[in-house]
Each structure stands twice: as structure tokens, then as C-alpha cells.
């Protein structure tokens, strides 16, 4: 196994707008050792800063990584143990752990400097309601390409994880306890 590979914890929680309720809980609930990776895009600097770094002190409690979602000088000025984004907006920048996407073949040959590559949607999600998924056999057959660690996502819940025969995924729903609407009683 490359020594890249080790970097890689082999379960991710992607931060966004819809799940953010649930982080603390969600993050508390990981094995230890595994990953958040911070989004937050829909905050402006400041409260997304502050956002980060409560979720932080929460993450690091549990030994968790936490990766912040932009280039990696923002990265290492908000003490993030990496950046995650486009190939190539991470091409440059110092030295830090890189997460990049990807949706296909060409998009995993920019991958090359990247660290890991979250390759999706892996299944159906509901952040894309109607849109195509690889499925478990296309995305086999890309993150064979791979010549980076692959971490799935799109879709993805423990039970799905087991379907596929990856070390490490990721989920931005799957992963967070979910609130149930309350029934209204008739009387």
C-alpha cells in the first residue's frame, strides 16, 4: 500500500448548508481517526470561520482530520489539516494534505497531485434529484484508473459502502441523524 494511502481515513463527512444541524452529533458518532471535510459555502467569511472552527475542536476531540473546502494557503492559515477543491485550483500552494472531485475519466487524470480523489455520485442522491449516477460497477472500473486513493461519495450510507469494494468513502447525508418530521394527530 502507498504511504499516501495511510493518509486517507477510511470514512469522510462533508459539511454543507443541509446537514449542519447534525455535525456535532454526526462528527461524535465517527470512528475515530476519520474525516470531515469542511464546506460551508453558503456563509460569508466570517461566520463560516467560526463555524469551522467549533466543528473543528469538535472533530479533533474524536482525532479526526479536518479538511477545509478552498485553496491550500486558506488552508494552513486556518490551521486545516488540508484543502479540498478542483485539481487544478490545488495545484499550487503549500505543502498540505489535497482533496480533489471528480466526475469521470478525464477529471481523475488531473487528480495526479491530489492526495485522494472523491470520486461521484457514486448512487442516486438527493442533493441531485434525477441526475445520473456511475453506479457501483462505472465507478469501479474510474477509480481502477485512479493513480491517487479514491474516497466515494454520491449516495453513499455505511450499507452502501459495503457494497463496493473501496477503503475509504464519504457522505454528506448519509451521515448525519436525519430529523423526522413530527405526525399530526387528528383528534
Not at 169 to 174: E, H
Request: hydrophobic share 45%; proline share 7%; net charge positive.
Amino acid at each position: 500500500m502507498p504511504l499516501r494511502q495511510t493518509l486517507i481515513p477510511p470514512i469522510w463527512l462533508v459539511s454543507d448548508a443541509r446537514n449542519d444541524a447534525g455535525l456535532e452529533q454526526a462528527l461524535a458518532r465517527l470512528p475515530c481517526g476519520s474525516g470531515l471535510i469542511f464546506r460551508h459555502y453558503h456563509l460569508p467569511e466570517a461566520p463560516r470561520r467560526a463555524r469551522f472552527e467549533a466543528l473543528k475542536k469538535a472533530a479533533k476531540l474524536r482525532g479526526h482530520l479536518v479538511v477545509l473546502a478552498g485553496d491550500a494557503r486558506k488552508a494552513r492559515s486556518w490551521r486545516a489539516d488540508g484543502a479540498y477543491g478542483d485539481a487544478a485550483r490545488l495545484a499550487r500552494g503549500p505543502a498540505c494534505l489535497r482533496l480533489v472531485t471528480a466526475h469521470s475519466l478525464r477529471e481523475l487524470g488531473r487528480a495526479k497531485r491530489a492526495d485522494g480523489v472523491l470520486l461521484s455520485p457514486v448512487f442516486m442522491t438527493r442533493s441531485h434529484p434525477g441526475a445520473g449516477s456511475l453506479g457501483p460497477l462505472r465507478f469501479l472500473m474510474l477509480a481502477r484508473q485512479s493513480k491517487v486513493p479514491v474516497i466515494a461519495l454520491g449516495g453513499m450510507t455505511a450499507k452502501r459502502s459495503r457494497r463496493i469494494p473501496i477503503s475509504s468513502w464519504a457522505a454528506i447525508d448519509g451521515l448525519v441523524p436525519q430529523k423526522v418530521p413530527k405526525r399530526h394527530e387528528s383528534r
